[in-house]
C-alpha cells in the first residue's frame, strides 16, 4: 500500500449520542449482554486532530479531571489508531489532540466518538484510503458503540449494539442534556442489571440471542413528532443506573416538571436526556434547571457521523 502526506494535520469531529431505546439481554458467556437499541446522533461533539509523528502520543483538554481520561492504551482513540496502523502495515505513529465536548463516562459514547473520529482521522492523514466498510469493521472492534458513531444520524444497534441498520427519523428532535460531575462505571451498571434481574427473576435462566427494537419507537421517529416518541423511549439500563445514583430520578422529575415530554437516563448514564417538544420548548426547560442551579445542555439530532472539518 502507498501511504500519502496530504497534509500536516487532519480534523475530525464525531458526535455523542443518546439511546433512544435500549433493550438488554441476559448476559452470555463471553461476558456480553445481546442488545436492541437505537442510537441517535445529536450535537455535542468530540474534536480530534490528528499530526504526523514518529511515534503515537496523546493529549486531552476540555476535561475538569485529567485523569479521568487515560492517555495510553486504555484510550479507544489511542487503541483506534494502533489498529488502523496494523491493518495498514503503517509504520509511522501519530500525535493525536483531543477536544472533549460530550461527558466522561457519561452515557453518551464520548470515548467511542474519540476512536470514531481517530480512525478517520488517521485514515486521511496517512492516506491508507480505506473503505467505509473496512473502517466499520475496525470500529466494531474497539466497541459497540464506534461503528455508530462513525455513521451517525439514527440507526437500529442489534448483536452488541454493533451491527447497525439506519432508521428514518423525520425532522428534528431536541434533547437537553443534565450532566454530572460524576462518571459511572458502565460494566458496574451491567452488573447491577444482572445482580437485580437474579433477584427479581426477571430473565430466564437461558436468554434470547437477539432482541427486537418496538415498531412503536420507530413509527414515532419516522412521524418526527417528538410526543409520540416520549411515549416510547425507554432504558433496561435505567434501574441499574437509579439505583447506583438515586438522584438521577429526580433530575428527571424535575425536567418533565419544567415541561419536558419526557427523560430517560443516556445509556449506561449518568447524563440525563430530556426530550422536549421543540428548540423552544428545549430552551424554557433549561432556563428553568438553571433557575435550580443545574447546568444543562440543549442540543438536537439527528446529526451526521464522525467528519473531517475544513
Not at 83 to 96: E, I, P, Q, T
Not at 101 to 114: E, H, I, K, Q, Y
Not at 249 to 278: D, F, K, M, W, Y
Amino acid at each position: 500500500m502507498t501511504f500519502a502526506a496530504p497534509a500536516e494535520s487532519v480534523h475530525v469531529r464525531a458526535p455523542g449520542k443518546i439511546n433512544v431505546y435500549l433493550g438488554v439481554g441476559g448476559r452470555h458467556d463471553d461476558g456480553y449482554h445481546a442488545l436492541a437499541t437505537v442510537f441517535q446522533a445529536v450535537s455535542l461533539y468530540e474534536d480530534v486532530i490528528a499530526r504526523h509523528a514518529d511515534d503515537f502520543s496523546l493529549t486531552v483538554s476540555g476535561v475538569d479531571d485529567p485523569d479521568s481520561v487515560p492517555l495510553d492504551d486504555r484510550n479507544l482513540a489511542m487503541r483506534a489508531a494502533k489498529l488502523l496502523a496494523a491493518a495498514a502495515d503503517y509504520h509511522g505513529g501519530v500525535a493525536l489532540e483531543i477536544r472533549k465536548s460530550v461527558p466522561v463516562a457519561g452515557g453518551m459514547g464520548g470515548g467511542s466518538a474519540d476512536a470514531a473520529a481517530a480512525l478517520v482521522a488517521c485514515d486521511a492523514l496517512w492516506g491508507t484510503g480505506f473503505s467505509t466498510s473496512r473502517l466499520h469493521e475496525l470500529a466494531a472492534r474497539l466497541g459497540a458503540d464506534v461503528p455508530f458513531a462513525l455513521h451517525g444520524g439514527t440507526a437500529v444497534g442489534t448483536g452488541r449494539g454493533d451491527q447497525l441498520n439506519p432508521a428514518l427519523a423525520r425532522g428534528r428532535f431536541d434533547w437537553v442534556l443534565v450532566p454530572s460531575d460524576q462518571g459511572l462505571s458502565t460494566p458496574l451498571v451491567y452488573a447491577r442489571l444482572d445482580a437485580l434481574r437474579e433477584e427479581e427473576g426477571a430473565l430466564a435462566d437461558d436468554p434470547p440471542l437477539s432482541l427486537d427494537v418496538p415498531i412503536p419507537v420507530l413509527q414515532a421517529l419516522r412521524s418526527g413528532d417528538p410526543e409520540l416518541l416520549s411515549e416510547s423511549i425507554y432504558n433496561d439500563l435505567q434501574e441499574a443506573a437509579l439505583h447506583e445514583r438515586p438522584e438521577l430520578e429526580t433530575t428527571i422529575l424535575r425536567g418533565i416538571h419544567a415541561g419536558a415530554l419526557q427523560g430517560i437516563v443516556s445509556g449506561s448514564g449518568p447524563t440525563v436526556a430530556l426530550l422536549c417538544a421543540n428548540a423552544d420548548a428545549a430552551r424554557a426547560v433549561q432556563a428553568s434547571l438553571d433557575e435550580h442551579g443545574i447546568e444543562s445542555l440543549h442540543v438536537h439530532g439527528p446529526v451526521a457521523g464522525a467528519r473531517i472539518i475544513g
